[in-house]
């Protein structure tokens, strides 16, 4: 593929017009949080952005976020749009192995030194260099080493991100976020377990169009798509308010599509594009298809309590345990602090006043 | 009463709301273990800061909580004996200087230094004091300063101070600016100290004036750690600086001093001042800023800085100091810890002045002896005679070559010569 292609040349060979091209540009600036205004920008950008190098790591993981990224089937202008980055090396999609794939990441490196894009998924083991290797180099060295030279790095999944899986307690490897070993280069989060695929392309097109990192939340997460929980966009929310709640997976209430909070939805607390993006090509997204959200998104979702186990579940009425908790609290500190006061002022009334006396 | 029960009387007579959640929310963690110096040179758990309160805190719990009453009432709980407080005295006394590191550090806010000072208020009224501490105390209440300092001592010594210097003291000037206070060891071991004032404020053009029924800063009340002897000692400054209608009152080169007078006077006498109480060091920047100190010259001798624990830690005076030394100096060479962290010199909080103490004392001048041997140096500076005085002996205790200066009068050597 001719380095000298560039994306618009591309999309026409992919019977893509520029019609379609356009509306994909509507739809980044959209996800993006940007005026109208920016969509020429963006289709500019684009047009002539060259296919920067890009070098993907896979550490500790299961191949789900690259499983997500090649879901997101031909033709799909988001798979078009990574067709069109220069994937110079992904262990699991590259068709060379072993020295061959070695020297094609290291060529890489050198002809495009400070200017590539290294995206890692899987966390990294610090336990011991031997748990996780590729071609004899553990997984942290070759983070640092291939890190060195990176313009900006994309951490894509829970488990780049956060530690993921392989952090979740006991976590026997000892393993870290990338963030956790690289620190002075500029990091991406696209935290989910797998992250939506338009959003790791999203990502990639506002590097491109803009060259600049995006702003990120305080996980380094990219607030155009992490800045909402997905309660606060979940289509099921007027239940909430209403306190129409599923009570099992096969009530009433559940058929009815009410809120899944009770049967440990985490929405609340989780910020994703899950219900605006949606997945497959945004035909739905896991409350839509009736199971509460897993969280996956957060830092240690698997250790924050069982899946199913509701936020805050309460166990007995909330009012009638406030009302007593309060009538409580009033008692015990109304005698608490009489106590206080008695023992107090009978002490000061039994002062002794200390002379030379008792110098003696 | 029985002095078991006057102790336990005067415990509770201590509690208030912010000691009750005090004693509730140790966690524990043990972090004032290691910012305390009889614990860390010792390795003796009793010196565990929160642990020297846990008398008073069984106090609390008997007579202040519902639980604790509960017990009391059907005899579980352990009553509070004379062996009990003459066990915990050798603690509260002998193995804590009130330095307030371990205030510092409690990551739940608790004032343990603090509350170690309020316990000692049980301890004296049911005379559990260490003799030493006792009778420095009864000297101070009945002639007027620890060491038996009266009035014509000081003339003799001022004496010798004008003559050394050529300037006049000023005693008893109704309506200086200044009342400066000095404590009896500067009286009769560094009277260097009062010199220097005299060339500092004939320098820097500053009205001030000793007073002689107010001369004594130290305050022995606020070491044995009785407010009623304390509120006396203060009323004594008060009345002085009254009389004489001055605007500020300078505490001297003395911790403890500083804090009494400072801190917990007017809470003891229950009345606001009618004057300010500024720190000698705080004075001198304050003169340093405001352009009225010029100094000539430069000390090429390479030396550290002692800072006293009640002066950074409950003052805040921290960087007073270090802008004074920069006039003449740039051979400071700072401890580990130097700042609100210091290590004590271990002689604060009455320690100096309990004989009993002194080999404990010595055990754990082996920190500031670290501290020192860190930086290499030979001269150490200060800003606090008991702080001066216990290092002099520490030093001597184990052979070190160390020169012990006070802050003002190193200062005062390089003020330039008026015209």
């Not at chain 1, 202008?77 to 262990?91: C, M, T, V």
């Not at chain 1, 997204?285 to 969280?295: L, R, S, V």
């Not at chain 2, 009323?235 to 002085?240: F, L, M």
């Not at chain 2, 390479?302 to 950074?312: A, G, I, K």
Request: proline letters at 5%.
């Amino acid at each position: 593929m001719s380095k000298q292609y560039t994306l618009m040349d591309h999309l026409q060979g992919q019977g893509i017009t520029r019609r379609g091209f356009l509306k994909f540009c509507s739809i980044t600036a959209t996800m993006l949080a940007l005026p109208p205004s920016l969509i020429p920008q963006i289709a500019k950008a684009l047009e002539s952005a060259k296919r920067p190098s890009v070098i993907w790591l896979s550490f500790q993981e299961c191949t789900g976020c690259t499983e997500s990224i090649t879901r997101s089937h031909a033709p799909t202008i988001e798979s078009l749009i990574f067709d069109f980055i220069s994937l110079d090396y992904h262990h699991t999609l590259q068709a060379a192995s072993g020295h061959a794939a070695e020297a094609a990441r290291e060529q890489a490196m050198k002809d495009n030194e400070d200017q590539y894009i290294l995206v890692v998924d899987g966390s990294i083991p610090t336990g011991n260099p031997g748990f996780s290797t590729i071609a004899g180099i553990d997984n942290k060295q070759m983070l640092i080493d291939t890190a060195k030279h990176a313009a900006a790095i994309v951490a894509v999944g829970t488990c780049a991100t956060y530690g993921g899986l392989p952090h979740a307690d006991p976590n026997p490897t000892n393993a870290v976020a990338v963030s956790d070993i690289i620190k002075d280069k500029p990091i991406i989060n696209v935290p989910g377990c797998p992250p939506i695929p338009i959003v790791m392309t999203g990502v990639l097109a506002h590097f491109l169009t803009f060259g600049t990192i995006p702003d990120l939340d305080d996980l380094g997460r990219p607030k155009m798509f992490y800045g909402n929980s997905i309660h606060d966009r979940c289509y099921r929310r007027p239940f909430y308010e209403k306190g129409l709640f599923a009570e099992t997976f096969d009530d009433e209430g559940a058929k009815a599509g009410w809120c899944l909070f009770k049967l440990g939805c985490k929405g609340p607390t989780t910020y994703n594009a899950c219900a605006t993006a949606k997945w497959n090509e945004g035909t739905s997204f896991p409350i839509e298809a009736g199971a509460p959200c897993i969280g996956c998104s957060q830092p240690d979702f698997w250790d924050n309590g069982g899946f199913y186990n509701a936020l805050s579940q309460p166990t007995i009425s909330i009012g009638e345990t406030a009302a007593a908790a309060i009538a409580a609290g009033a008692v015990a500190s109304v005698a608490a602090s009489a106590i206080h006061k008695s023992a107090k002022a009978k002490a000061a009334k039994k002062h002794h006043t200390v002379t030379t006396d008792d110098m003696e | 009463m029985s002095t078991n029960t006057i102790a336990l009387n005067a415990f509770v007579e201590q509690m208030d709301s912010s000691m009750s959640a005090y004693f509730q929310s140790c966690t524990h963690c043990g972090l004032c273990a290691e910012a305390c110096l009889f614990q860390t040179e010792t390795q003796d758990p009793k010196y565990t800061p929160i642990h020297k309160i846990e008398l008073m805190k069984r106090a609390w719990q008997q007579e202040m909580t519902l639980t604790g009453k509960l017990l009391k009432s059907i005899g579980l709980a352990k009553p509070i004996t004379d062996d009990d407080l003459s066990e915990w005295e050798k603690v509260v006394y002998d193995g804590c200087t009130l330095c307030g590191r371990c205030s510092m550090v409690c990551p739940a806010g608790i004032d343990i230094s603090g509350i170690i000072r309020k316990a000692r208020e049980a301890f004296v009224a049911s005379k559990h004091t260490p003799e030493g501490l006792r009778h420095g105390t009864k000297r101070a209440m009945e002639l007027g300063s620890p060491m038996g300092v009266q009035l014509p001592a000081l003339l003799a010594q001022l004496k010798h101070v004008e003559k050394d210097t050529g300037l006049s003291i000023p005693v008893d000037v109704e309506g200086a600016d200044y009342l400066a206070l000095l404590s009896s060891m500067e009286i009769m071991y560094y009277p260097e100290y009062i010199g220097a004032l005299a060339k500092i404020f004939d320098h820097a053009n500053v009205s001030w004036t000793l007073c002689s029924e107010a001369f004594e800063a130290t305050n022995a009340g606020i070491q044995i750690g009785s407010s009623d002897l304390a509120a006396e000692l203060v009323e004594r400054i008060v009345s002085g600086a009254e009389k004489l209608k001055v605007k500020h009152v300078i505490s001297p080169e003395c911790g403890h001093a500083y804090t009494a007078i400072r801190w917990e006077g007017p809470n003891l006498i229950g009345r606001p001042f009618s004057f300010h109480v500024i720190h000698i060091l705080e004075l001198l920047d304050q003169l340093r800023a405001e352009g009225r100190l010029k100094t000539t010259g430069s000390w090429d001798e390479s030396f550290t800085f002692h800072d006293p624990c009640q002066l950074v830690r409950k003052g805040g005076v921290v960087q007073e100091p270090r802008h004074l030394m920069g006039m003449f100096t740039t051979g400071l060479k700072e401890m580990p810890d130097a700042g609100v962290m210091n290590w004590c010199c271990g002689g604060g909080g009455g320690v100096s002045a309990n004989p009993r103490a002194e080999d404990l004392k010595h055990i754990v001048f082996n920190k500031k002896k670290n501290q020192i041997e860190h930086t290499g140096v030979n001269t150490l500076v200060t800003a606090c005679a008991n702080c001066r005085m216990t290092i002099e002996e520490g030093a001597e205790h184990y052979n070190m070559d160390l020169n012990i200066i006070g802050l003002t009068e190193k200062l005062a050597e390089y003020l330039e010569p008026n015209q």
